[in-house]
């Protein structure tokens, strides 16, 4: 995925006390900055902490930041101890203005609508399964196939991606929600999973849905002029299981399945993966990375109000006005009980921007600004959560705090191995089934066999997803 640097936009207008108040997310940057970092020289002669020195040597020549260098914030927010972001959006609050945008996201200006409803579509069917590199000649590629299913509650096509565990095996299912953009191939085939050989080799099934992009992978109240029909909690706990458990005669065998259900996420998909483990006993074990898993605090509002808007659509549409019971409900910081015996993976960076970060974005002010926001409430955000699993019992919860990083695909990309296999040891493990296939449609192409399950399997040629994924735009 290419990096897009937008440019920022003044949004929402509203009128506070008999004014107008017109605020950027340059300007909340801005004031969060010179709220949050003290001088470099008060910093050091305090003792409060120090600069990374790989922030003081970027591989890229920096570029500027409203006049300020990249380097110069790189160093800033490695200073002193930062106001919280929701602090700071609570501030805002006060004062009437806590509508904007996000700076390198989209405002959804000329968004063209996601697929509308088909009134001929009543029923969940699967309707075609294909490979989904059908030019590789790997083995461990003719597991992946992409499934075009109906759903009778959304009355429209998805493209689902699966990828089967290796032949031999009933293993548990695993979703993967991807972040803001719902990317079709997903980010799991781009490589943030099945470009891993150590995740190629797991028993597990993994299923990516695609084409709910901004939706929070929620059910909406109303429908979206933009976004269109969006009920993917329906989609994904009562229609999806059913298909995959039918599969397409003649074409592809269904699922081998163990019974056993988990839920990774990413951005959006995280905070999407979490809800839907505390809330669906069909879940066993669920892993968020750089979510926000709050909706009702400011912190968490902001997030949710800002996906949706990133492709143009209106949260009113999904959860009514602020505060609604729907608003409520999707709260997992607030009530997380039904996370109780269940296993838990959370990560998160912390949004300092060190030389990694400027080494791939430094001539990108937009990312770094994006991610170091986004990244930075994610960690406070997760941090909430942490807290609040503290007084559930039997949760089995795994936390890893990255010291630098931003909202982007090199933060995340690291994490689906742990996050994975902090599922997969909360669920029942994979068993023997006798068959020589894991019956995807690319093994009755190729006539491959048993054997793409043998170790340190191919990262694939011609047409496989390769390599450690691309590096998109932050926001995912």
Do not use: C
Request: negative net charge.
């Amino acid at each position: 995925m290419s990096i897009q640097s937008p440019s920022i936009r003044g949004v929402n207008s509203r009128p506070v006390a008999g004014r107008t108040t017109r605020v950027t997310t340059a300007a909340v940057a801005a004031v969060a900055l010179a709220m949050s970092v003290p001088s470099v020289a008060a910093a050091q002669s305090a003792g409060q902490s120090s600069l990374d020195p790989g922030s003081l040597a970027p591989s890229v020549a920096p570029g500027s930041l409203f006049g300020a260098p990249s380097l110069s914030i790189a160093a800033s927010t490695q200073i002193g101890a930062p106001i919280p972001l929701t602090a700071m959006l609570g501030s805002l609050a006060a004062v009437g203005s806590t509508e904007f945008d996000r700076p390198g996201g989209s405002s959804g200006t000329g968004a063209t609508p996601v697929a509308g409803r088909d009134p001929s579509i009543t029923d969940s069917t699967v309707r075609d399964i294909a490979p989904l590199w059908p030019a590789s000649t790997a083995d461990v590629d003719r597991r992946a196939e992409v499934w075009t299913v109906t759903s009778a509650s959304m009355q429209r096509e998805v493209r689902v991606e699966v990828y089967r565990a290796p032949a031999g095996v009933d293993a548990p299912n695993m979703y993967f929600l991807d972040g803001v953009g719902s990317e079709s191939p997903s980010g799991w085939s781009g490589g943030m999973g099945w470009g891993d050989p150590e995740i190629r080799n797991r028993h597990v099934n993994v299923i990516a849905p695609t084409g709910g992009p901004s939706s929070m992978w929620a059910d909406w109240a109303e429908d979206d002029p933009i976004l269109g029909r969006n009920k993917w909690e329906t989609f994904l706990t009562q229609e999806l299981p059913g298909l995959l458990k039918v599969g397409l005669d003649g074409v592809s065998e269904p699922l081998p399945h163990n019974g056993s259900w988990g839920v990774l996420g990413v951005s959006m998909g995280a905070s999407s993966a979490l809800h839907l483990a505390n809330t669906f006993d069909m879940f066993g074990a669920a892993a968020g990375v750089s979510g926000a898993y709050s909706t009702t605090d400011e912190l968490g509002y902001q997030y949710a109000r800002l996906t949706v808007a990133a492709r143009g659509g209106d949260a009113t549409n999904m959860w009514g006005p602020r505060g609604s019971q729907l608003w409520q409900d999707h709260d997992t910081v607030a009530d997380p009980s039904g996370l109780a015996g269940k296993s838990v993976y959370l990560s998160a960076a912390t949004g300092l921007v060190g030389s990694s970060e400027l080494g791939r974005f430094g001539s990108n002010e937009m990312v770094l600004l994006d991610g170091h926001i986004l990244e930075k409430g994610s960690y406070e955000s997760t941090r909430a959560l942490e807290a609040a699993l503290a007084s559930v019992s039997g949760v089995d919860l795994k936390t890893t705090y990255i010291p630098t990083g931003i909202h982007n695909w090199p933060v995340f990309v690291p994490q689906m191995l742990p996050g994975t296999d902090h599922i997969l040891a909360g669920l029942k493990p994979a068993t023997r089934n006798g068959k020589q296939t894991s019956g995807a449609v690319g093994e009755r192409a190729g006539g491959s066999s048993a054997s793409s399950a043998s170790p340190g399997g191919s990262l694939g040629s011609s047409g496989s997803a390769g390599g450690t994924g691309s590096l998109g735009s932050s926001g995912s």
